[in-house]
């Protein structure tokens, strides 16, 4: 049962464009990720956010940016994509509990894959 | 600093035969170990996880995985495979921020081909 939303599934720009992906989660959790996926399955973790609060932001390129309007919502912009941006980003959330096992429980959405031509 | 590796990119088994996907981690503290499979095209699906007790923790669809300190290792199995296990498993370290926040360090994923 999806309880983590994306959109939109697939987007296709051109480089120097701006594109925006929304995220919802209808869990209640606290913490909510950004990952990008390579095409060799690669994962990498971007941004984490709990309660609205920006709590990881690994090394990325300034153009990209969350944006989280609540705990259940948060989206990512990159301002002007680039040909190594494309891959897909996977949005996940967490309860975010430091301690408690269920902390460490991760649920993904479905993904976004962008094209940069 | 905790990594995870995993060190075959690629296994190829036939249905009803048993498995072993291999993962190896490295740790500066406490862990959390789990699996993840991701199906194509799809988004990641959590398996199981360790954290402390017994090593051997029981997942969903019959798997199981083995935490060995002495091994550095968490390997995941399972006795017998159906054609719908084919996927890309992903083998993940916890790293905690402090505070509210935790990150998982994903290994390289292994792709687990199941033929009929």
């Known amino acids: 049962e999806t309880a983590v939303f994306q959109t939109p599934n697939y987007h296709v720009t051109q480089v120097g464009n701006e594109v925006s992906f929304n995220c919802k989660q209808t869990l209640g959790h606290d913490t909510m990720y950004w990952y990008k996926q390579d095409s060799k399955k690669l994962l990498k973790i971007m941004f984490s956010?709990?309660?609205?609060?920006?709590?990881v932001n690994e090394t990325v390129p300034r153009r990209f940016s969350p944006q989280s309007s609540d705990k259940a919502h948060l989206n990512l912009r990159i301002k002007s994509v680039e040909p190594e941006d494309s891959a897909v980003y996977l949005c996940a959330s967490s309860k975010g509990a430091w301690g408690g096992a269920s902390a460490e429980t991760l649920y993904f959405g479905s993904g976004t894959r962008l094209t940069v031509l | 600093t905790q990594t995870v590796s995993q060190s075959d990119a690629h296994v190829t088994v036939f249905e009803g035969d048993s498995v072993e996907l291999r993962c190896n981690y490295s740790?500066?503290?406490?862990?959390?170990l789990s699996w993840y499979i991701q199906h194509h095209g799809r988004g990641l699906q959590f398996l199981l996880k360790y954290y402390s007790g017994n090593p051997v923790v029981q997942g969903v669809n019959g798997f199981e995985a083995e935490f060995s300190k002495s091994d550095s290792s968490f390997h995941l199995r399972k006795a017998s495979v159906h054609w719908s296990d084919s996927a890309v498993y992903f083998c993940a370290v916890s790293k905690n921020y402090g505070g509210s926040g935790n990150k998982l360090i994903f290994g390289t994923g292994t792709l687990l081909s199941v033929k009929p």
């Open positions: 740790y500066g503290g406490s862990i959390y």
């Open positions: 956010y709990n309660n609205k609060q920006l709590i």
